[in-house]
């Protein structure tokens, strides 16, 4: 049990959910008050003590299953399918439409796993999980399943429209974990095979802060979106915490010494050189056109989530011309204000591909004189031009004028300058091109340098 504990706490840091040896201990001596034959009772004791945050639940339940899960040998799990009776699809079909009506929770598990053994027996161990769980849908047809539970919810005529649409969502979501079940049943048999450190590097899904921007499917921005506010205030605190401390300044040894002469040398009173700390100034640019807007909306949101670090936030975004958008985060729903700036936003002048050189130039010359020593410059985008004149002399200007200026760019480092990318002309004028791709990184950069 201890060699496995430790297997499990390795990937759970491989898969980016941090674990400390403390509460490595902490597991430990949890797991010496729970019976081990109560599955629950030790997946509950083991979470308590090494999950610290709802978004990496997801990782430790996929990886529980595969470390705690599995049966101890492919032989066992056989002889554990033998013991269940022949049926035939039709069969099947009709239990598991019976259970998905009652939404028996312990039954949809038991028909997963009779689907897994029936109609995607894992036993080649070269195939992957995707394989695998083809075979069980394409006997079990979910969509249409779904289509059957709407047809029984339609002949019920004392339902309102509400509870119908209730009804349904409440079967989706029954639907949808059956074949998570599948899923899991389709690892922890992988894992009989191949062991369960094989098969954890594909099974995990990202977490939230490491989920890229730009590939992030419609349930992953979703993720994003909870996660979002709880970093965006950590990170608000820390940089808070920061500059309290940095008030005191730095320890000045001349002025020490001099007054430490009225007690022979011993330095009891210790002077410092104070300094003021001032809260930037920051000019945000960012491109939306295309997949770089999902980047852009979650850097938004995230910096005006602890804009009281700033002295002022002014964003603008552009696709062919640039226009400000300030005013859309005077509220306090910047999912709503997001959604507005997209909508509302005057950026399309031409032909809606993107232009950097017009928009750096339109900002230069209206927005340009605002730029102070105080102020950090901030443009958000892949810098691919179309082809277009770079217009890279706007940088240059505004880092005469401005305290820094950064180039977020959410591709990956190897696909700068390749294509119709222009990267290195414009990070030749900036104090950075920074790869951004994740929430992670995102934060790293800010915390740098605020």
Same mark, same amino acid.
């Given at each position: 049990?201890?060699?496995?504990?430790?297997?499990?706490?390795?990937?759970?840091?491989?898969?980016?959910?941090?674990?400390?040896?403390?509460?490595?201990?902490?597991?430990?001596?949890?797991?010496?008050?729970?019976?081990?034959?109560?599955?629950?009772?030790?997946?509950?004791?083991?979470?308590?003590?090494?999950?610290?945050?709802?978004?990496?639940?997801?990782?430790?339940?996929?990886?529980?299953?595969?470390?705690?899960?599995?049966?101890?040998?492919?032989?066992?799990?056989?002889?554990?399918?033998?013991?269940?009776?022949?049926?035939?699809?039709?069969?099947?079909?009709?239990?598991? &439409?019976?259970? #998905?009506?009652?939404?028996?929770?312990?039954?949809?598990?038991?028909?997963?796993?009779?689907?897994?053994?029936?109609?995607?027996?894992?036993?080649?161990?070269?195939?992957?999980?995707?394989?695998?769980?083809?075979?069980?849908?394409?006997?079990?047809?979910?969509?249409?399943?779904?289509?059957?539970?709407?047809?029984?919810?339609?002949?019920?005529?004392? #339902?309102?429209?509400?509870?119908?649409?209730?009804?349904?969502?409440?079967?989706?979501?029954?639907?949808?974990?059956?074949?998570?079940?599948?899923?899991?049943?389709?690892?922890?048999?992988?894992?009989?095979?191949?062991?369960?450190?094989?098969?954890?590097?594909?099974?995990?899904?990202?977490?939230?802060?490491?989920?890229?921007?730009?590939?992030?499917?419609?349930?992953?921005?979703? $993720?994003?979106?909870?996660?979002?506010?709880?970093?965006?205030?950590?990170?608000?605190?820390?940089?808070?915490?920061?500059?309290?401390?940095?008030?005191?300044?730095?320890?000045?040894?001349?002025?020490?010494?001099?007054?430490?002469?009225?007690?022979?040398?011993?330095?009891?009173?210790?002077?410092?050189?104070?300094?003021?700390?001032?809260?930037?100034?920051?000019?945000?640019?960012?491109?939306?056109?295309?997949?770089?807007?999902?980047?852009?909306?979650?850097?938004?949101?995230?910096?005006?989530?602890?804009?009281? $670090? &700033?002295?002022?936030?002014?964003?603008?975004? &552009?696709?062919?011309?640039?226009?400000?958008?300030?005013?859309? &985060?005077?509220?306090?729903?910047?999912?709503?204000?997001?959604?507005?700036?997209?909508?509302?936003?005057?950026?399309?002048?031409?032909?809606?591909?993107?232009?950097?050189?017009?928009?750096?130039?339109?900002?230069?010359?209206?927005?340009?004189?605002?730029?102070?020593?105080?102020?950090?410059?901030?443009?958000?985008?892949?810098?691919?031009?179309?082809?277009?004149?770079?217009?890279?002399?706007?940088?240059?200007?505004?880092?005469?004028?401005?305290?820094?200026?950064?180039?977020?760019?959410?591709?990956?480092?190897?696909?700068?300058?390749?294509?119709?990318?222009?990267?290195?002309?414009?990070?030749?004028?900036?104090?950075?091109?920074?790869?951004?791709?994740?929430?992670?990184?995102?934060?790293?950069?800010?915390?740098?340098?605020?």
């Amino acid at each position: 049990m201890l060699t496995r504990l430790l297997d499990f706490t390795h990937a759970l840091r491989r898969a980016g959910v941090p674990v400390a040896a403390s509460e490595n201990i902490d597991a430990l001596h949890a797991l010496g008050h729970v019976p081990f034959d109560d599955r629950e009772a030790f997946r509950a004791a083991l979470a308590t003590t090494m999950v610290k945050s709802d978004q990496h639940r997801q990782a430790f339940d996929t990886l529980f299953e595969l470390y705690f899960g599995a049966a101890p040998t492919p032989e066992a799990t056989d002889a554990r399918d033998a013991a269940d009776p022949g049926q035939n699809p039709e069969e099947y079909l009709e239990d598991l &439409f019976r259970m #998905l009506l009652s939404g028996d929770g312990q039954g949809l598990r038991d028909l997963a796993r009779r689907a897994v053994a029936a109609f995607g027996r894992v036993e080649m161990p070269q195939g992957g999980s995707p394989y695998f769980q083809y075979r069980v849908f394409r006997v079990v047809d979910l969509d249409a399943m779904m289509r059957r539970l709407m047809e029984e919810l339609s002949g019920r005529e004392d #339902l309102t429209a509400l509870e119908q649409q209730l009804w349904k969502d409440e079967f989706e979501a029954r639907v949808k974990a059956f074949r998570e079940e599948v899923e899991a049943e389709v690892r922890r048999r992988l894992a009989e095979h191949r062991g369960p450190e094989a098969v954890a590097r594909h099974s995990v899904r990202p977490l939230p802060e490491d989920l890229e921007f730009v590939r992030a499917t419609r349930d992953e921005i979703a $993720q994003l979106r909870r996660a979002i506010r709880p970093l965006a205030r950590k990170l608000a605190t820390r940089l808070a915490m920061r500059r309290k401390h940095a008030r005191r300044g730095r320890l000045d040894v001349r002025k020490t010494v001099r007054h430490s002469l009225s007690t022979g040398g011993v330095p009891f009173d210790t002077r410092y050189r104070h300094r003021t700390p001032h809260r930037p100034e920051l000019f945000m640019l960012c491109d939306i056109s295309g997949s770089v807007s999902a980047f852009a909306r979650f850097t938004l949101m995230f910096v005006h989530s602890f804009q009281s $670090q &700033f002295s002022r936030v002014r964003s603008f975004v &552009f696709v062919d011309t640039l226009d400000e958008v300030t005013h859309f &985060f005077d509220s306090e729903d910047f999912v709503s204000a997001v959604d507005r700036m997209q909508a509302e936003a005057n950026v399309v002048w031409l032909d809606g591909h993107s232009d950097y050189g017009t928009s750096l130039r339109k900002f230069w010359e209206n927005y340009g004189a605002s730029i102070g020593p105080r102020a950090s410059v901030l443009v958000l985008g892949d810098a691919r031009n179309n082809y277009r004149a770079s217009e890279a002399w706007v940088l240059k200007a505004a880092k005469q004028k401005a305290r820094r200026v950064y180039w977020l760019n959410p591709e990956p480092l190897r696909y700068w300058d390749t294509g119709d990318s222009i990267a290195s002309e414009y990070a030749r004028y900036a104090d950075g091109m920074i790869e951004v791709r994740n929430l992670r990184q995102l934060e790293e950069f800010i915390s740098r340098v605020v």
